[in-house]
């Protein structure tokens, strides 16, 4: 069913209520698509919010030395989701609108008001923060009628997505698991995670997509006119619902679009649902259970831009040394210098378990067997284009992180049912953790911890550039050693965009420092990706570490070459070379022949 457009009157939302004599007859759904908040959830607002996030905040600037007044950050968060506020309903007026980044949410809105470095580093933590905000700024409660819905969908086969503007999808698909929810759900498309934002119909198609559906297949449910009516409508799904809540009448200019039904709760959709499809099945034709049309228009929008985001705010080239040492820095690659890990011969069946998982939830099932083949095969193929990529004489993408929709989607998925491919690309990022989790069992390399623990108590900022397909799983790892909030930037190639030894990634790391490059101490252990590409981004000190992936001989010929400073045993064998630092740093020029004791 397709409705023509016809303009509301805001005053009185009566006009959007069905008739007296009950619902309209809809077509029978091959699948629902359901709004997050306002149909999933409702949400209650926590008048404490900023107070809490901000003290978050103060201690994250503390591991960089810098002393924050927490009233004075929760003025700027509270400025800042004024104006965010502000940003998205003027953005439900275009055709086809970006979702911000979350580094652009977080420094330029949230924390615009705090001292640039600070404001740099923690833009790079920008998920971490936004994630925390989501479950600070509401209470989540799930509406009436769910349960039911829901139940009634699986007992009919008909699958279920969800599509949302957030700024945090990952917070919502952790209140879905809490609730019990997520199994129910065969894809979930949150903006943050694909860079565009409804109204933009490009959400919902691949929500459709992922499904197996064609859209004129779906219902669309949601609660704003601005962004849910406008984006289904554009998009051609075959109903349009509105379940009311709080934005539901109070959009924020006039809408030209209309529902098809507008109920007050989910609760009442199961009665226009069941009569949908007993019809249909009745005489008019069988529907539910997915179909292998692919809705036209269903391109992957354009990539996500936190890693534009991040470079344009990173600083543009090492500035040169000064006369005088500064306090240093130090920079560590996590993978060889933090951890060591042990490969998990089962990476390829956990992971294939999820896979299987994903593709029964939208319909279309494979095996285990195929399911982990496809995750061993995918894996060398990255490989592969990896090694191919290194090689390249392109220098604008030669260092350019691989997309998760594209590893997932393109790489492991090459063989697998369309609808299954689409829905891994939605997913990536979460394949990618899982991927992490599973690939080996991490432990902490000796001399590690202590260095970073040393480094603290010195009041020695640190922070991390690594090369990971997930550094949220990284993070993870350093949250188990204990050390995560010790920490200062931390670039992950994941989330800039660039892998080393691409200067992009060093230089996101080096802006959330309050130390030129040339006080800053970089410890990896390879001697491309770590040593020259340190030094290409102008650190003063570069440091690689044995017992790593190359060998003895490799480290040294980068030794020889100028790509390393020194070649030490063990991470904690940096502390020595800090030391005589602070030593340089304490001398004045008056005393320079003197030789103060170390601190």
Known sequence: MTTAPRTLDLASSADLLPAAGGAPQLPAP???????????VTTVSRATWSQELAEDVVARAATLGARLDAGSVAESLRAGRSALSMWKNAASRRLAPRELAPAEIVGDFLLADLPD????????????????????VSEHHQRPGIDELLAECAARRIPLG????????????????????????????YSDEVGIRKPHPGMIRLAAEGLGVALPQAWYVGDTLDRDVVAARRAGVGAVVITRDRRTDTPPFRIAEAPDLVLETPEGLIAPL?????????????????????????????????????????????????????????????????????????RDEEVGALIVALSERIGHPID???????????????????????TSADPAHRHDEIDPAVLWGDLVGEGLPEPLRAALRLDGAQFSLALHRAKSVPAPRPGALELIRWCREQGIVVGIVSNTISGR??????????????????????????RKPGREIFEAALAGLDAAPADVLYVGDKSVNDGRGGKDAGIGTVCLLRGGKDSDEELAQALAGG????????????????????????????????????P
Do not use: C
């Open 117 to 136: 470095p600070v404001r740099r580093t923690l833009a790079l933590d920008a998920g971490e923060l936004l994630a925390t905000m989501a479950t600070l």
């Open 473 to 498: 799983g990284v993070r993870e790892i350093l949250a188990r050693y204990g050390v995560l909030a010790d920490l200062g930037p931390s670039a992950y190639s994941d989330e800039i965009g660039v």
């Open 368 to 390: 285990l067997e195929t399911a982990a083949r496809a995750v061993a095969e995918g894996w060398e193929r990255h490989r592969a284009r990896k090694r191919a990529r290194d």
């Open 162 to 189: 969800i599509v949302s503007n957030a700024h945090s999808g990952r917070a919502h698909r952790v209140i879905l698991a809490d609730l019990g929810l997520d199994r129910f759900f065969g894809v979930q498309v």
């Open 563 to 598: 790509f390393a400073d020194h070649v030490l045993d063990s991470p904690d064998a940096l502390i020595d070379l800090l030391v005589e630092r602070l030593r340089e740093t304490a001398r004045t020029p008056a005393a320079a022949g003197a030789h103060p004791a170390a």
């Open 30 to 40: 091959a699948a629902l698509l359901l709004d997050f908040g306002g149909v999933v």
């Open 274 to 346: 069941r009569a949908a499809l007993d019809s249909a099945a009745s005489g008019r034709g069988a529907a539910g259970g997915p179909t292998t049309a692919t809705a036209p228009g269903t391109e992957p929008p354009a990539g996500d831009p936190s890693a534009a985001a991040l470079s344009s705010a990173a600083s543009a080239g090492a500035a040169p040394a000064p006369s005088r040492r500064g306090r240093p820095a130090v920079l560590l690659d996590h993978g060889g210098v933090i951890t060591l890990s042990t490969p998990n011969p089962a």
